[in-house]
């Protein structure tokens, strides 16, 4: 494994967002924005990853959850630029003698191919910096790259410090270096502020580098695309409808119908197996799993779900965080709550709402249902209009309801209550005690006929 470490940026606040939030939490696909350089690093096998935070440092480090693990933070007190940032993490890499990525969080649509591309023109050349390069027909907000007539690196100039010949020029730094360790503190530390803004520039150590008979190299990004950056809500779109069409094509490369590919949401951290149909308008988020042979009907959302193979989901439904077996059909316009299972060949149906419960194999609640902190058995029907009422204003209490009951419509289930095994409940019910097994259960006030008496009040309204 090569000698490799790695410093992401992600101090700034973003200005040019507009934005109360840092810019690299704002969401890709479901996603922080630096989520996706901080997993590139894993996957090249970069040893070390350092994150340079300061703006809601402590938000970022939340933010990453999970994906933290295994990476260093360090803090930048004072946002003074780029290369004060590279400083901060000068005690943190001392010692270390292979190559350094130094890469911004904004960074989101960069590949393995073009980093292993860069890694190996860095070693190739022996440079002691290799910088990524694009070209741009618009190229404003961006640092000019500036060539002699041999092509060669000869300065990076930050915009604002341009001149007006320098802004026309369309090659830009992306924000993207390979550095070789030996001599980059040493450099990045004669950085002298901008006259412009007074902040530390780390294009600056390119040039440093160059003065002191260093090599200096430029790798070009012919897709700018791959290395394009977000600073405002314009380019936070645009980068995501590149990223969205990538995940929808490699998902129809294994064998995944998708109708609408562009009118499709499918969040990178989402499988999908072979032959499973997506309708348009269909948002896939968080890590959920879509067996083989589903079809998913327009308007569905899903988030970190499990789906077996051969689901149903009708339109409109949503799910979330929730287990779903083989065979099961769900919709339209159901919603599953965090915590609800379905056990093979169940079915929920239209306007149906679960929360903390589980249905059991070939049960069904077709329609017109809440059914929370339940434990439902197998093959049970449970009418329209049924409910489980599971909070009494201050604790939520469970509802067991064994195989094989039948519950009739617009039925009252107060919990904590039982439903034995076979047991009948007749509609209109509100049942607060516990029902045996096979036992016939009536929860309601006997109904009472008053001859004629209709007529009565239809006439005693006609007079007034």
């Not at 990525?101 to 191919?113: A, I």
């Not at 600056?204 to 790798?219: A, D, N, P, Q, R």
């Not at 149903?312 to 339209?332: H, N, Y």
């Not at 095994?421 to 509100?430: E, L």
Request: with cysteine; hydrophobic share 40%; aromatic share 4%.
């Amino acid at each position: 494994m090569r000698d490799l470490a790695a410093i992401i940026l992600a101090a700034g606040q973003g200005t040019r967002m507009r934005s109360s939030l840092a810019k690299v939490l704002h969401p890709v696909a479901g996603q922080p924005m630096i989520s996706y350089p901080l997993e590139l690093c894993r996957r090249m096998g970069v040893k070390r990853t350092l994150v340079v935070v300061g703006h809601q440092a402590e938000q970022v480090q939340a933010a990453l959850g999970e994906r933290g693990n295994g990476v260093e933070f360090v803090l930048q007190a004072e946002q003074r630029g780029t290369a004060d940032a590279v400083l901060q993490t000068e005690a943190a890499l001392r010692g270390t003698t292979g190559d350094v990525l130094v890469l911004s969080g904004d960074l989101p649509l960069l590949s393995d191919g073009l980093m292993e591309s860069l890694l190996e023109t860095h070693a190739r050349t022996e440079a002691h910096v290799t910088a990524v390069t694009t070209r741009l027909e618009e190229p404003t907000g961006y640092g000019r790259v500036l060539r002699d007539g041999n092509g060669e690196f000869l300065e990076i100039v930050e915009e604002v410090e341009a001149t007006e010949d320098q802004r026309h020029v369309q090659e830009i730094n992306v924000g993207l270096y390979c550095f070789a360790a030996p001599g980059l503190f040493t450099a990045v530390r004669q950085v002298r502020p901008s006259k412009v803004k007074g902040e530390l520039y780390l294009p600056e150590v390119l040039s440093i580098i160059k003065t002191h008979g260093g090599k200096v190299g430029l790798f070009f990004a012919s897709h700018w695309r791959e290395v394009m950056g977000i600073n405002t809500r314009e380019d936070l779109a645009q980068v995501y409808a590149v990223l969205r069409g990538r995940i929808v094509t490699h998902w129809m490369a294994e064998g995944v119908t998708i109708l609408d590919p562009g009118a499709v949401h499918i969040s990178p951290l989402v499988t999908l197996g072979q032959d499973t149909v997506l309708y348009p308008n269909v948002h896939l988020e968080g890590r959920t799993t879509i067996g083989h042979n589903c079809i998913i009907y327009p308007g569905c959302r899903l988030r970190d779900s499990h789906l077996g193979d051969g689901v149903t989901v009708l339109d409109g439904t949503i799910i979330l965080e929730s287990e779903i077996a083989d065979a099961c059909t769900l919709g339209p316009y159901a919603h599953l709550r965090p915590g609800s299972r379905l056990k093979r060949k169940a079915k929920v149906g239209n306007f149906v709402e679960m929360k903390k419960s589980t249905l059991g194999e070939g049960s069904k609640a077709p329609h017109l249902a809440y059914v929370g902190n339940a434990t439902v058995g197998d093959r049970v029907n449970i009418g329209a209009g049924t409910i489980t009422c599971n909070y009494d204003g201050f604790s939520k209490h469970q509802t067991l309801i064994e195989d094989e009951a039948f519950i009739g419509s617009n039925t009252s289930l107060v919990a904590p209550v039982k439903i034995g095994r076979g047991a009948i409940v007749a509609a209109g019910s509100a049942i607060t005690q516990e029902v045996p097994p096979d036992a016939l259960a009536f929860g309601r006030a006997m109904q009472v006929n008053k001859e004629g008496r209709a007529a009565e009040i239809r006439k005693a309204r006609g007079k007034k």
